[in-house]
C-alpha cells in the first residue's frame, strides 16, 4: 500500500485540487493507496475537505510541519510513505517513479519543483539560483517526499527540534541508508510565500537561516515567512 500524508494548517482553497492531483497519480499505478491529512490547528473548512476527498484525518496541535509530517507517518498504513504539502500537485509519472526508485533500492527521494504561476522577475532569479545550488547538493524538498517506512523510522523521522529545513536533514539520514533519487520532472508548488512578501522580506529570511544555521531553524516565531498564517484566497 501507498500512503499519502498531506500536511495541512488552514488549507481549504489550496487542499481540494491537491487531493483532487493525488488521487489521479494514485489511481495511475497499480497499488492500494490511502489518503491521510494532518489537520494542525487548522480553523478554516480543512479538516471539512479531507473527509469529503475521503481521506482519513488525523487532528493535531503542533503548528509545527515537521510534528504534522510525523503524527501522518505513526498512523499510515502503506509500506512506502509520500509526504506532499498541501500547496502541491503531483502526476502519476511522480508516483510511478518513486516506486520505481524505492524498488531499484534507493532509500528515498524527491524532485524537481515548478511553481503553480507566472512570478517577478527578482523571484525568478532568486528561485533559479537557489534550485541549482539547491539540487545540485542532491537534497529533497519538503512539498514532496518519498521513501519505505522501514527507512523512514531508519533515519527518525523529520526532526521535530525544527522548524523549517527538517526535510534537508531527513535527506541527508536517509543518503547514508542508501541513493536518494531526485525526479526529473518537476512537481507544481504553490509560490504564495514569494507573492505574499517583499522581496526584501523573503531575502531577510533567506540569509538568517543560511547565516543563523541549525539555532535559527528552532524557533518558529523567527520563521515567519512559514508560519505567520498568510493565505490566498481562492480568487487569488
Known amino acids: 500500500?501507498?500512503?499519502?500524508?498531506?500536511?495541512?494548517?488552514?488549507?481549504?482553497?489550496e487542499l481540494p485540487e491537491t487531493l483532487r492531483a493525488i488521487r489521479h497519480a494514485a489511481e495511475g499505478c497499480a497499488h492500494s493507496y490511502e489518503v491521510i491529512v494532518v489537520d494542525d490547528a487548522s480553523t478554516d473548512a480543512t479538516a471539512e475537505i479531507a473527509k469529503r476527498f475521503g481521506a482519513k484525518v488525523v487532528p493535531v496541535c503542533r503548528r509545527q510541519i515537521a510534528a504534522a509530517r510525523n503524527a501522518g507517518a505513526r498512523v499510515a498504513s502503506g509500506e512506502i510513505l509520500f509526504f506532499v504539502d498541501a500547496d502541491t500537485h503531483i502526476t502519476p509519472g511522480h508516483v510511478a517513479s518513486?516506486?520505481?526508485?524505492?524498488?531499484?533500492?534507493?532509500?528515498?527521494?524527491?524532485?524537481?519543483?515548478?511553481?503553480?504561476?507566472?512570478?517577478?522577475?527578482?523571484?525568478?532569479?532568486?528561485?533559479?539560483?537557489?534550485?541549482?545550488l539547491y539540487f545540485a547538493a542532491g537534497l529533497g524538498v519538503g512539498a514532496f517526499i518519498f521513501t519505505r517506512r522501514r527507512s523512514f523510522e531508519a533515519a527518525g523521522g523529520f526532526d521535530e527540534q525544527y522548524f523549517a529545513g527538517e526535510e534537508v536533514y531527513l535527506t541527508l539520514a536517509l543518503k547514508k541508508l542508501g541513493r536518494f533519487r531526485i525526479l526529473r520532472e518537476p512537481i507544481v508548488t504553490s509560490a504564495r510565500k514569494i507573492r505574499m512578501h517583499s522581496p526584501g522580506f523573503v531575502l531577510a529570511q533567506s540569509c538568517f537561516i543560511v547565516f543563523g544555521g541549525r539555532r535559527a531553524l528552532r524557533k518558529r516565531e523567527k520563521l515567519a515567512l512559514w508560519y505567520d498564517g498568510k493565505r490566498e484566497g481562492a480568487e487569488a
Do not use: K
Open 1 to 13: 500500500m501507498l500512503s499519502f500524508i498531506v500536511p495541512a494548517h488552514n488549507e481549504e482553497h
Open 98 to 132: 518513486g516506486v520505481e526508485a524505492l524498488a531499484s533500492g534507493c532509500s528515498g527521494g524527491s524532485a524537481r519543483v515548478a511553481v503553480d504561476r507566472e512570478l517577478p522577475v527578482w523571484a525568478r532569479l532568486f528561485l533559479r539560483v537557489f534550485c541549482t
